[in-house]
């Protein structure tokens, strides 16, 4: 699997928006754009998932380069709620596997 | 839909002892994967099962073992306990296995902290 690269840490302040910045330079065709977020002492939760084309669902937006070798996870306004450990993954449409292979991830802040 | 169910929510046991984990999927999924996490390692993959059957294998020792029964339930199995065993073990469930997987989102449950003394 492709593997991706995201900062270690990000502080945002509450209310305004928060783009969190996932680079996978090496992501094949087949490969979707998934982000999960993880809050203390729970299990990972899906945020949002996307291929080509831009997403949005209720809880965030996620802009994808037009060559695919970065994307954008955008959390619209900020809440104290948002402070977790966000995962960009990689999952590949035309491979076997049907893991989740976890990175470090990005630490958020959120300040009041 | 009650969500992924993972019980026991706490577990303490010691080195050489085996203990026994149990993931309830959400209903109507047929995929279980397991997933172990440590502050050093981050979140790592253990294993996958789809209709009673493993599809694949993260890179863990044989201690590691796991079933899933006909009803999609599935349990893990640490033998031979060691400390650095000690960790959150998660399971997720998700409706489709293999390729057609990544087009579908995994549903995580609570997980179950094992500390071995």
């Known amino acids: 699997d492709a593997k991706t690269t995201q900062p270690n840490s990000m502080e945002s302040n509450e209310e305004e928006p928060v783009h969190l910045p996932c680079n996978h330079s090496?992501?094949?065709?087949?490969?979707?754009i998934h982000w999960y977020l993880q809050l203390p002492s729970q299990g990972p939760e899906y945020v949002i998932h996307?291929?080509?084309s831009n997403v949005n669902n209720r809880m965030a937006s996620l802009a994808i380069a037009e060559d695919r070798k970065s994307s954008t996870l955008i959390l619209h306004r900020a809440t104290l709620r948002d402070a977790a450990v966000y995962y960009c993954?990689?999952?590949?449409?035309?491979?076997?596997?049907?893991?989740?292979?976890f990175g470090k991830g990005t630490k958020l802040s959120v300040k009041p | 839909k009650a969500g992924v169910t993972q019980t026991p929510r706490y577990l303490i046991k010691t080195r050489g002892q085996q203990v026994t984990l149990s993931c309830s999927p959400i209903?109507?999924?047929?995929?279980v994967s397991w997933y172990q996490q440590t502050p050093g390692q981050g979140l790592q993959f253990l294993f996958e099962?789809?209709?009673?059957?493993?599809?694949n294998k993260g890179n863990f020792p044989g201690r590691f073992s796991g079933r899933q029964f006909s009803n999609s339930r599935s349990e893990m199995n640490v033998s031979t306990l060691e400390l650095g065993d000690s960790a959150l073990y998660l399971c997720?469930?998700?409706?489709?296995?293999?390729?057609?997987?990544?087009?579908?989102?995994?549903?995580f449950g609570p997980g179950t902290r094992l500390t071995v003394l």
């Open positions: 997720a469930s998700s409706f489709l296995s293999t390729g057609l997987a990544a087009n579908n989102e995994q549903f």
């Open positions: 090496t992501i094949s065709g087949t490969d979707y």
């Open positions: 996307g291929l080509t």
């Open positions: 993954i990689l999952r590949d449409d035309g491979g076997s596997q049907g893991n989740l292979i």
């Open positions: 209903s109507g999924h047929r995929s």
């Open positions: 099962y789809f209709s009673e059957t493993q599809r």
